[in-house]
């Protein structure tokens, strides 16, 4: 069964730096396509990074980009999220899934991923 874990959430203030980490239990995430996603208080779950199998797509969502970074850690067997200039839009709580089919690209739908951790918090606010 493919399950993930999220950490790394907490209290920062507006301009600001968090790095998030999803990680796995019984199998090795870089065999598999991760994405991050988030929901803000009152607002739908949306797409923030994804990042493929192969390591060869990444893929971020227009709020984020040019802020946020993915990437994986084998050695530690986890998908990070570096989140820098954080502002208080960014407020959410993150999740990490698995995309078990696709292994070249990467996508922020919902529907093709599985696993879902409990998800992380992050408050952006001065």
């Known amino acids: 069964q493919l399950q993930v874990v999220e950490s790394g959430g907490g209290l920062v203030q507006p301009g600001g730096s968090l790095r998030l980490s999803c990680a796995a239990s019984?199998?090795?995430?870089?065999?598999?396509?991760i994405g991050w996603f988030r929901q803000a208080p009152g607002k739908e779950r949306e797409a923030v990074s994804c990042i493929s199998s192969s390591g060869g797509s990444t893929n971020y969502a227009a709020s984020v980009k040019g802020r946020f970074t993915i990437s994986r850690n084998n050695a530690k067997n986890t998908v990070d999220l570096q989140m820098n200039s954080l502002k208080p839009e960014d407020t959410a709580v993150y999740y990490c899934?698995?995309?078990?089919?696709?292994?070249?690209?990467?996508?922020?739908?919902?529907?093709?991923?599985?696993?879902w951790g409990r998800g992380t918090h992050v408050t952006v606010s001065s």
């Open positions: 899934a698995v995309d078990a089919v696709r292994k070249t690209l990467c996508t922020g739908r919902e529907s093709e991923y599985e696993g």
């Open positions: 019984g199998f090795t995430l870089d065999h598999y396509t």
